[in-house]
Structure formats: C-alpha cells, structure tokens
C-alpha cells in the first residue's frame, strides 16, 4: 500500500485539494538526508567503489552495478567519475537506493555504447513496475561529442524520489531526452526536484542517429503509462528540439513548481492529464536554433482541469503563442502570472475553440507584435471570465487590429485595464459572440476602444473607454441588445443598427 513507502509521507488528500494548487508544498520527502538516517532505510548499504567500480572513469561499472544491486539496498557513489556504456536495467524491484556524493556519470558516445538501449538506468517497467526508488547527488558529463544518453527511465508504482541531477553538455546523440517518468499505479505518488538539463538538446537530423527519431530528444517525458502523481520542483530545462517537459497523460497527475524552461520546440511545457499545475516558473522563448515551426511556452493539451499560478512568461522572439490551451480541455485557471511577447505575428494567450470554461485572474500581458493579447476563439459553452486583468505594449494595429478577439459566448471582464495606443489601428475589445458584460473597467486605444460586432445580451458599465482616432464604441449594424449604464465615453458611442 500506497502508506508503506519507506522515506517519505505525502497526505494525498491535501496535496490534491484545489487542483494541485499547492504543487510541490505539501510534499512531505524533507530535506536532503544525513548519511547515518539514509542507511537506516535500507538492509543493504554498497560503497561502489569498495565493490570494485572504478572512480577513474576508465572502467564502466555497469557489471559491477548488476552484481550488487538488489531489493532494500542502497549503493552509494563517493567522488570520482564512473563511466557507463551500457544501461543498467532492473524491474520489479522494492527500495533500492543510488546516491552519489560528488559523483560524475561519463556516458560513452553513441558509437560505443551498447544500443540500441541508450540509457545510463532504467528502473522499472510499466508491466515490470518497482516501488521506492531514490536516485540522487549526480552530475552527468555529456560535455563530449556524441555523448547525449538518457539518464533515467524510472517506471514505479509509488515512491519515486530524484533529485539534484544535472546534465552538463548539449544532448547531441539524437537519443532519447535525459529523464523519463511514470507513476503507473493510480494512487502512486513520486517526485523530481532539481533535475537540470539547461544545454539543451540538438535536432535528430544533426546527430548519429538521424533518420531514426522524429524531431529529436524532450527534454522531461511522461508518458501515456502515468496514472499516478507525479511533481517536479525547480527542474531546469534549455531548448529541445521535441518539447522540454512533455507530460502525456490520460489519467495522471502532474505538478511543476519553480523551475526554468527555455526555447524548446512545440512547448517548453506541455501538458496533458486529469489534472495539472504550474506554479512559480519562468519560461523564455528567445532563440529556436532548430527552426522549429512553433515554440510555445506553455501548452495544454487534453484533460480536465489545470491551474497556472504566478509564473512568469518572456517571450522577446516569439515563435507561437505564449500559452495556449487547445480544444479538449475542460477547465483551465491562470492567476497571478505576467506574460511579455516581443514583435511578431504570435498571440500570448489563445484559447482553442471547443475548451470549457476559463478564469484569468491577475494577469498581465505585455504585447509588442500586432497579434492578439487574448484571442478567444469558438461559440462553445464554457464561460470565460478575466478578472484584473491588463494588456500594455507598443503593438501595432497592422495587420492585427484588436488586442482581444473574443468569439466566445458568456465572458465577463471584470477590472480589465488596457492601453493600446502603438499605432493609429490598433484598437481593444473585439465581441462577436453573446452575453457579455464588461465592468469597472478602462480601455485606452488609438482605434474603437470596443467593437461589438454581431454580438448580442452586451453589458457595459462603470467602465472607461477613450479612443484617439476613433469612437470609444462602435456598435455594428448586426449586433443585438447592448445595456450601457454608467460609462464615460469620451469620444462617442456610434451604433449603425
């Protein structure tokens, strides 16, 4: 049972109150370990070196790893650099251990290590699951060409703890990413807190491996195998040219907190599952030495409810929205989150026709390009609301006008502030589905400050809206019933109906 995991306790009830809200908080593994607390969890205790693996690096210890690992053991790594050329494959095991104290893992390069299985460690499979894993304290030199080898596959049913890995060198062997991560029992919980890969990976066609891997390696993967929880902590991603964490899921869980993700191609971080959050992150779009066709910082995918909370967005070369939540989504929350994109066609946020319902609370967009800072597309049912939020930036009004496109039935802007006065065209609020209400809110454009285009059941009041070269409303011909109570209009309400 879930309970029985030996190092660490996880109130699973908490955790998950208010959609992963709390994130890695009410994680429970405590602090890095004494030496003395750390062997008590386990019967066996392995110093590798006194085993016979060699600390030099000129000696894979793979063999010697086979011979002593085993259920309730823990092999410990002391200082040295310890070279593999073969992975290290274990399944159905129960708390087994390997922590390193300054311990370097030296991978071979692509031509001399045993394929096509390149991974340093894979512990657990989805139909040969373990349980209680920790795998700790290791750097990984791929500073050598050809050296990019997955470090970890851990597949387990509860217990899983990674921490402090970092990759030093760009993954360049068109390999499978550095990390894979499934938790395949539904009530299974694991967590990876600094796990760090910030070279990035290169596209496959550039590698030994060309022609044998779409795209090239992500950085992070979970897979359609997680059904369980899993949470990663002040995780660090460069650019890869897959996605940088990719979680794929229909059924698990998946918590980011802290951490930062950079240029990766499709997303930096891309979700999918019951239930997802990001909270205390930063994500950069700023290079895509790839050419990758889209780069977004942030995507969801399929599910049911996600929250993004307080992460922070910069995006000065856009490739791509900066967040975007695609149709099979049914509910999605961003607070308390600043989003800038640079000059280009890409919107900050887009919501796909077909997601549900969407609150933006606290949010501010910082957009250059002509593009949309919200663009809020399809007639479905799922109520939108924006809540204090604010859109500043120089974007031009060509070829994109308004700064929010909203096709969407039922929105309500609350608190919205606006100011989009980078060129004469540019202009605010674009309405074209039904019942609307827009309150206590100041709009500042060069062009219509608020366009109601075919738009019915319009409620405007204690609301701003000045327009420099326009009307502050424009009310189209084909639009339906529009309430006004209370407004300062400075420049005019022009209703053609």
């Given at each position: 049972m879930r309970g029985n995991s030996r190092f660490r306790s996880i109130d699973r009830r908490s955790y998950l109150k208010g959609c992963l809200v709390g994130v890695g908080s009410t994680l429970a593994f405590g602090g890095v370990a004494s030496a003395d607390h750390l062997e008590r969890e386990y019967?066996?205790?392995?110093?590798?070196?006194?085993?016979?693996?060699?600390?030099?690096?000129?000696?894979?210890?793979?063999?010697?790893?086979?011979?002593?690992?085993?259920d309730d053991t823990l092999i410990q790594f002391p200082e040295g650099r310890y070279a593999m050329d073969e992975q290290l494959r274990l399944t159905d095991f129960d708390n087994v251990g390997?922590?390193?104290?300054?311990?370097?893992?030296?991978?071979?390069?692509?031509?001399?290590?045993?394929?096509?299985?390149?991974?340093?460690?894979?512990?657990?499979?989805?139909?040969?699951?373990?349980?209680?894993?920790?795998?700790?304290?290791?750097?990984?030199?791929?500073?050598?060409?050809?050296?990019?080898?997955?470090?970890?596959?851990?597949?387990?049913?509860?217990?899983?703890?990674?921490?402090?890995?970092?990759?030093?060198?760009?993954?360049?062997?068109g390999t499978w990413g550095p990390g894979l991560f499934n938790i395949v029992d539904p009530d299974g919980e694991g967590h990876v807190d600094c796990f760090k890969a910030p070279d990035g990976g290169v596209h496959v066609d550039s590698t030994p491996n060309e022609g044998n891997m779409w795209k090239g390696p992500t950085g992070i993967h979970v897979n359609e195998y997680h059904d369980g929880t899993l949470i990663f902590e002040n995780c660090e991603l460069g650019g890869f040219p897959g996605n940088g964490l990719y979680g794929f899921t229909e059924n698990g869980q998946i918590g980011i907190d802290g951490g930062h993700f950079e240029n990766s191609g499709t997303a930096s971080i891309r979700l999918s599952g019951s239930r997802g959050a990001i909270r205390n992150a930063s994500i950069t779009v700023d290079d895509n030495p790839d050419d990758a066709s889209g780069q977004h910082a942030i995507r969801i995918d399929d599910?049911?409810?996600?929250?993004?909370?307080?992460?922070?967005?910069d995006a000065p070369e856009p490739n791509g929205e900066a967040i975007r939540v695609m149709s099979d989504v049914e509910d999605v929350t961003i607070e308390d989150t600043d989003v800038s994109v640079g000059e280009g066609g890409s919107s900050a946020i887009?919501?796909?026709?077909?997601?549900?319902?969407?609150?933006f609370s606290d949010?501010?967009?910082?957009?250059?390009?002509?593009?949309?800072?919200?663009?809020?597309?399809?007639?479905?049912?799922?109520?939108?609301?924006?809540?204090?939020?604010?859109?500043?930036?120089?974007?031009?009004?060509?070829?994109?006008?308004?700064?929010?496109?909203?096709?969407?039935?039922d929105v309500t802007f609350q608190g919205l502030t606006l100011e989009q006065t980078g060129s004469d065209e540019r202009g605010g609020l674009y309405l074209s589905g039904d019942?609307?209400?827009?309150?206590?809110?100041?709009?500042?454009?060069?062009?219509?400050?608020?366009?109601?285009?075919?738009?019915?059941?319009?409620?405007?009041?204690?609301?701003?809206?000045?327009?420099?070269?326009?009307?502050?409303?424009?009310?189209?011909?084909d639009s339906g019933s529009v309430s006004l109570e209370d407004n300062s209009f400075p420049d005019g309400v022009r209703d053609d109906r």
């Open positions: 019967s066996n205790v392995v110093d590798i070196v006194d085993a016979g693996a060699d600390p030099t690096g000129e000696t894979p210890i793979t063999p010697v790893l086979r011979e002593v690992v085993d390997f922590v390193g104290h300054d311990a370097t893992l030296v991978p071979a390069n692509y031509y001399q290590f045993d394929g096509p299985q390149y991974r340093l460690f894979r512990l657990g499979t989805r139909t040969a699951p373990g349980r209680d894993l920790r795998f700790e304290g290791f750097e990984i030199d791929q500073t050598a060409a050809n050296t990019g080898i997955r470090v970890i596959n851990a597949e387990v049913e509860d217990g899983l703890l990674v921490r402090d890995v970092v990759v030093n060198g760009i993954h360049d062997a599910g049911e409810t996600f929250h993004i909370e307080n992460v922070t967005i887009r919501l796909d026709s077909g997601s549900g319902t969407a609150t949010v501010d967009v910082d957009i250059d390009g002509s593009a949309y800072a919200f663009r809020i597309l399809g007639d479905d049912p799922g109520a939108v609301t924006l809540k204090d939020v604010s859109v500043t930036g120089d974007a031009s009004g060509i070829p994109i006008r308004h700064a929010i496109l909203c096709e969407r039935d019942d609307y209400r827009i309150a206590d809110s100041n709009l500042e454009t060069a062009n219509t400050a608020i366009a109601i285009t075919g738009a019915s059941d319009v409620t405007i009041e204690d609301t701003v809206a000045r327009s420099s070269e326009s009307n502050s409303v424009h009310i189209y011909a």
